[in-house]
Structure formats: structure tokens, C-alpha cells
């Protein structure tokens, strides 16, 4: 073979990679969190673009969401007390954990961190990226992002790459810039 075919060859053979790996692959994530704190209607504004009625999520919810040619399989996981001992079920192959956090909720903080510690460090998540969007920031009152961040101690979480993201579930706000958060994330792979 000619050396400039080989480089071409060595070429179209990465550029194919680099197309099934970043605009067919499917890149799992699940949402998590407390009963209440969003996740639901985040996967609908991701997926549909609006607001939907939505009850407490039995089992699961999931769909695919498309950014620039770039797939995620999105798994919406029910977040009551009872449903939450059964989350490990859904970690395998995980690439991003988003956990949901209900700013208003200043009484659970404590529980959302203790459920945040405990998944990860489970071993099927020890190289998924980690998104927290500190929903509900429209209410008066509610917890700052700095104080969510304190007081999950994000800064302590060394093994994981993280971002806290300020959002509004119910007007789609600050949820662009936590999948833009994911996406440049994929990129430095």
C-alpha cells in the first residue's frame, strides 16, 4: 500500500469512529432525586419542549433526547422513599447521574445528599459524569445554588466530574446549559 493511501485509510478510519462513537452512540443518563423534586417534567421539557401534567413516577420513565446529533437515552427514575433502594437497577452502563434537587425542600437536603453519597459509590457509576440541577430557583425563598452546593458538599466529590445548575423545570431555564454542560463533557473524552 502507498503511504499517503495509508494515511487516508488510517483517516476515513478514525473519521467513522469518531461518527458512530459521537452522533450514533446513545449515551445513557438517568434523573434521580427525591419524590417531588422535578425530574419528570425536566424529561418532558428535554424531550417535548413544554410543560406536562405529571404524577408521581411508579418505576420509570424514558426517552430519547437528540443535541446536535448526539443521543442520549434518558432515564427518568421514581424517587420515592420505597422506589429508591431499587435505583442501583438502573446504573449499568450510566454515563451522566442527574440528580434533581427540589430548592424549596430545605427539610430533605440532608436525604438528597445521603442518597447522592450512596450512589456514588456504587462501582457502575465510578466514571459517570455528575449534573445537579437545583430546580425550582423561581420560588422566593429558596435554597441558592451555593447553599445546595454546600450542602450536598459537592466539593468534596473528587472521583466524578460535576456541575450544579441552576433550573426552572417549569419554564425550561438553566436546562440548555446543563446539557451543554454534558455535552462539552463528551467532547473531552
Not at 104 to 116: F, G, N, P, Q, Y
Not at 159 to 184: K, N
Request: hydrophobic fraction near 40%.
Amino acid at each position: 500500500m502507498h503511504p499517503s493511501s495509508t494515511c487516508l485509510y488510517v483517516f476515513v478510519v478514525w473519521l467513522l469512529g469518531f461518527v458512530v462513537f459521537y452522533c450514533l452512540s446513545e449515551h445513557k443518563v438517568i434523573i434521580v432525586g427525591l419524590d417531588n423534586a422535578g425530574k419528570t417534567t425536566i424529561l418532558y421539557q428535554f424531550s417535548m419542549n413544554e410543560v406536562v401534567h405529571t404524577s408521581p413516577t411508579i418505576g420509570s420513565n424514558v426517552e430519547e433526547i437528540v443535541v446536535n446529533n448526539t443521543h442520549f437515552l434518558m432515564w427518568d427514575i421514581g424517587g420515592q422513599e420505597s422506589l429508591r433502594s431499587s435505583w442501583n437497577t438502573y446504573y449499568t452502563n450510566t454515563e451522566f447521574v442527574i440528580v434533581v434537587v427540589d430548592s424549596t425542600d430545605r427539610e430533605r437536603i440532608s436525604v438528597t445528599k445521603e442518597e447522592l453519597y450512596r450512589m456514588l459509590a456504587h462501582e457502575d457509576l465510578r466514571k459517570a459524569g455528575l449534573l445537579v440541577f437545583a430546580n425550582k430557583q423561581d420560588v422566593k425563598g429558596c435554597l441558592s445554588v451555593a447553599e445546595i452546593s454546600q450542602s450536598l458538599q459537592l466539593t468534596s466529590v473528587k472521583d466524578h466530574q460535576w456541575h450544579i445548575q441552576a433550573c426552572c423545570a417549569l419554564t425550561g431555564e438553566g436546562l440548555c446549559q446543563g446539557l451543554e454542560w454534558m455535552m462539552s463533557r463528551l467532547r473531552v473524552r
